[in-house]
C-alpha cells in the first residue's frame, strides 16, 4: 500500500477567475477525496487559455499523484480542455465509438437533433479511458501517464458529482488502495485560538505521529480537526473518541457541538429538551439571530418569533425599555439590553429572552462608546445574563460575531 497518496484539483473557466460562478466543485471533491484516503496538497483556477493550462498541468504533476481536472469539456470553441491535454500528453484526438453512442442516445431520447458539435464530444484524446457520463454528454476521461492519474470531468457540478461517486472515487480506490483518513471535528465558541492553543498544548504535544491537529478560526470560534491516517478503520475511531474524551475536561465549557453540529442546532436541541420557548429582540443584528434560529428545520417548535426593534420608538413601544433609560444611557447600555432581553421575553410569553444592542457601523459611534460596542442579554425564568462585546470598524463582521457571541451566550444558560 502507498503510504500517502496526493491530489491537486485544477478547474477550467474564465467564469471562475471573473468570479461569474461560484467554484464548489474543489470543496466537494476535497472532503470526497479525503474520505477515501487522498490528501489534496493544492487547488488551481486557470482560464480557458491553452499556454495557462499547459503550465499548471506541469506543475501539477510534479506535486500530485492524481490530478483532477474539471471543466472546459463542452461542445463549443471556447472549451479547449480535450485538445489541450492532446498537447500535454502528445497524442492526437480520436473518435470513441461507445462515447458516440452515448451521445446519439442521448439526443434521441429527448428527440432532438444532434450537430456535428455535438458528435465532436465523442473525440477524445488517444490515451483516454472514456469514462461515461450518465447525465451529459461531455465525457469523463481517465490517462495514466508518467506515474501519474489524470482525471478530467465536466464543470457542471451535479454531472462531475455522479461521475466522481460512481466512477472514478472506486477507480482510484482500486488503483491506489489509499490509507484511510478519518477526521473529528472539536467545535468551540467562546475562546479565541491562541488562547485555546495554550490551554491544550501538553495534550497536543502528546498526539502519536498517525494524529494530526488542525485549528480552523471562524466568526466567533474555532474548530479543532483532529485527523487520524491508517489501515484499520474502527480503530481509528476508536483513538479519536480517545483523544476527544482526553482533551475535554480542559475545554469543555467552550466546546458547543462535534462535526457537522452548529450553535443554533445545539440551542435548538437544548430548548425542546427544556420544553422551553424563544423570543428575540434585535437592533444592530437587524434578524441575523433569527434567521439563524430559524436555519434549523423544526425550529418552530420553540421559536416563537422576534422584534427588531432598529429605532427606540420600538424599543419603547414593543419591548416596555423605559423611555428615562434610553435619554440617561441610551440604547446602547447594559440597562436597555436587560429591559429588551427581558421585555421580549413577556411580549411574546416565551420562557426565554435574547436580545442585541449596538453599534454596527461604519458610523454612529461616540468616543464613550466607539463602533463595534455591542451588548447581548440572555434572559430566563431564573436570571438574566448580560455581557458587552467590544468588536471591530467593520459592520459585516460584528453582526456575524454578535450573532454567534448570543448564540453562545444562550447555549450557556440553556446547559446550566
Same mark, same amino acid.
Given at each position: 500500500?502507498?503510504?500517502?497518496?496526493?491530489?491537486?484539483?485544477?478547474?477550467?473557466?474564465?467564469?471562475?477567475?471573473?468570479?461569474?460562478?461560484?467554484?464548489?466543485?474543489?470543496?466537494?471533491?476535497?472532503?470526497?477525496?479525503?474520505?477515501?484516503?487522498?490528501?489534496?496538497?493544492?487547488?488551481?483556477?486557470?482560464?480557458?487559455?491553452?499556454?495557462?493550462?499547459?503550465?499548471?498541468?506541469?506543475?501539477?504533476?510534479?506535486?500530485?499523484?492524481?490530478?483532477?481536472?474539471?471543466?472546459?469539456?463542452?461542445?463549443?470553441?471556447?472549451?479547449?480542455?480535450?485538445?489541450?491535454?492532446?498537447?500535454?500528453?502528445?497524442?492526437?484526438? @480520436?473518435?470513441?465509438?461507445?462515447?458516440?453512442?452515448?451521445?446519439?442516445?442521448?439526443?434521441?431520447?429527448?428527440?432532438?437533433?444532434?450537430?456535428?458539435?455535438?458528435?465532436?464530444?465523442?473525440?477524445?484524446?488517444?490515451?483516454?479511458?472514456?469514462?461515461?457520463?450518465?447525465?451529459?454528454?461531455?465525457?469523463?476521461m481517465w490517462f495514466e501517464h508518467d506515474g501519474r492519474v489524470y482525471v478530467s470531468l465536466p464543470g457542471v457540478p451535479f454531472e462531475m458529482k455522479n461521475l466522481m461517486t460512481h466512477r472514478i472515487l472506486p477507480?482510484?480506490?482500486?488503483?491506489?488502495?489509499?490509507p484511510i483518513i478519518k477526521h473529528k471535528m472539536i467545535l468551540t465558541a467562546g475562546i479565541g485560538e491562541s488562547f485555546l492553543a495554550e490551554r491544550i498544548e501538553a495534550w497536543e504535544d502528546a498526539l502519536p505521529?498517525?494524529?494530526?491537529?488542525?485549528?480552523?478560526?471562524?466568526?466567533?470560534?474555532?474548530?479543532?480537526?483532529?485527523?487520524?491516517?491508517?489501515?484499520?478503520?474502527?480503530?481509528?475511531?476508536?483513538?479519536?473518541?480517545?483523544?476527544?474524551a482526553s482533551v475535554l475536561p480542559i475545554i469543555e465549557q467552550y466546546v458547543y457541538g462535534y462535526d457537522d453540529d452548529t450553535l443554533e442546532r445545539i440551542v435548538g436541541q437544548l430548548l425542546n429538551a427544556k420544553?422551553?420557548?424563544?423570543?428575540?429582540?434585535?437592533?444592530?443584528?437587524?434578524?441575523?439571530?433569527?434567521?439563524?434560529?430559524?436555519?434549523?428545520?423544526?425550529?418552530?417548535?420553540?421559536?416563537?418569533?422576534?422584534?427588531?426593534?432598529?429605532?427606540?420608538? @420600538?424599543?419603547?413601544?414593543?419591548?416596555?425599555?423605559?423611555?428615562?433609560?434610553?435619554?440617561?444611557?441610551?440604547?446602547?447600555?447594559?440597562?436597555?439590553?436587560?429591559?429588551?432581553?427581558?421585555?421580549?421575553?413577556?411580549?411574546?410569553?416565551?420562557?426565554?429572552?435574547?436580545?442585541?444592542?449596538?453599534?454596527?457601523?461604519?458610523?454612529?459611534?461616540?468616543?464613550?462608546?466607539?463602533?463595534?460596542?455591542?451588548?447581548?442579554?440572555?434572559?430566563?425564568?431564573?436570571?438574566?445574563?448580560?455581557?458587552?462585546?467590544?468588536?471591530?470598524?467593520?459592520?459585516?463582521?460584528?453582526?456575524?460575531?454578535?450573532?454567534?457571541?448570543?448564540?453562545?451566550?444562550?447555549?450557556?444558560?440553556?446547559?446550566?
Amino acid at each position: 500500500m502507498t503510504n500517502s497518496i496526493s491530489a491537486e484539483v485544477v478547474t477550467i473557466g474564465d467564469e471562475i477567475l471573473f468570479g461569474q460562478i461560484t467554484d464548489t466543485n474543489t470543496q466537494w471533491i476535497g472532503t470526497e477525496l479525503t474520505n477515501i484516503g487522498i490528501r489534496i496538497v493544492r487547488k488551481s483556477s486557470v482560464g480557458d487559455q491553452a499556454s495557462a493550462i499547459l503550465a499548471v498541468l506541469r506543475e501539477a504533476h510534479d506535486r500530485a499523484n492524481v490530478i483532477i481536472i474539471t471543466g472546459g469539456l463542452g461542445p463549443t470553441k471556447d472549451d479547449i480542455t480535450k485538445k489541450t491535454l492532446c498537447d500535454y500528453f502528445g497524442v492526437g484526438m @480520436v473518435r470513441n465509438e461507445t462515447a458516440l453512442a452515448v451521445v446519439t442516445g442521448f439526443f434521441e431520447k429527448r428527440g432532438r437533433p444532434m450537430t456535428d458539435l455535438n458528435r465532436g464530444q465523442a473525440d477524445l484524446p488517444a490515451n483516454a479511458v472514456y469514462i461515461q457520463n450518465d447525465w451529459g454528454t461531455a465525457p469523463g476521461m481517465w490517462f495514466e501517464h508518467d506515474g501519474r492519474v489524470y482525471v478530467s470531468l465536466p464543470g457542471v457540478p451535479f454531472e462531475m458529482k455522479n461521475l466522481m461517486t460512481h466512477r472514478i472515487l472506486p477507480k482510484l480506490q482500486a488503483h491506489f488502495n489509499p490509507p484511510i483518513i478519518k477526521h473529528k471535528m472539536i467545535l468551540t465558541a467562546g475562546i479565541g485560538e491562541s488562547f485555546l492553543a495554550e490551554r491544550i498544548e501538553a495534550w497536543e504535544d502528546a498526539l502519536p505521529p498517525h494524529i494530526r491537529l488542525a485549528y480552523l478560526p471562524s466568526f466567533g470560534g474555532v474548530r479543532l480537526r483532529l485527523t487520524a491516517t491508517g489501515t484499520d478503520d474502527a480503530l481509528l475511531s476508536r483513538e479519536l473518541d480517545q483523544q476527544v474524551a482526553s482533551v475535554l475536561p480542559i475545554i469543555e465549557q467552550y466546546v458547543y457541538g462535534y462535526d457537522d453540529d452548529t450553535l443554533e442546532r445545539i440551542v435548538g436541541q437544548l430548548l425542546n429538551a427544556k420544553q422551553w420557548t424563544l423570543g428575540i429582540a434585535e437592533s444592530c443584528t437587524g434578524g441575523a439571530v433569527s434567521a439563524r434560529i430559524t436555519s434549523v428545520p423544526g425550529s418552530s417548535a420553540y421559536f416563537q418569533g422576534s422584534v427588531v426593534s432598529y429605532s427606540n420608538d @420600538v424599543k419603547v413601544s414593543q419591548l416596555g425599555v423605559s423611555p428615562d433609560t434610553l435619554a440617561t444611557v441610551g440604547a446602547v447600555s447594559e440597562e436597555t439590553i436587560r429591559q429588551m432581553a427581558e421585555g421580549v421575553r413577556k411580549a411574546l410569553n416565551t420562557d426565554v429572552g435574547i436580545a442585541t444592542s449596538g453599534i454596527a457601523g461604519p458610523d454612529g459611534g461616540t468616543p464613550d462608546k466607539p463602533v463595534g460596542t455591542i451588548w447581548i442579554a440572555v434572559a430566563t425564568p431564573a436570571e438574566t445574563r448580560t455581557r458587552l462585546l467590544t468588536l471591530s470598524q467593520y459592520r459585516d463582521q460584528n453582526i456575524q460575531l454578535t450573532t454567534t457571541y448570543l448564540l453562545n451566550l444562550l447555549r450557556e444558560q440553556l446547559e446550566k
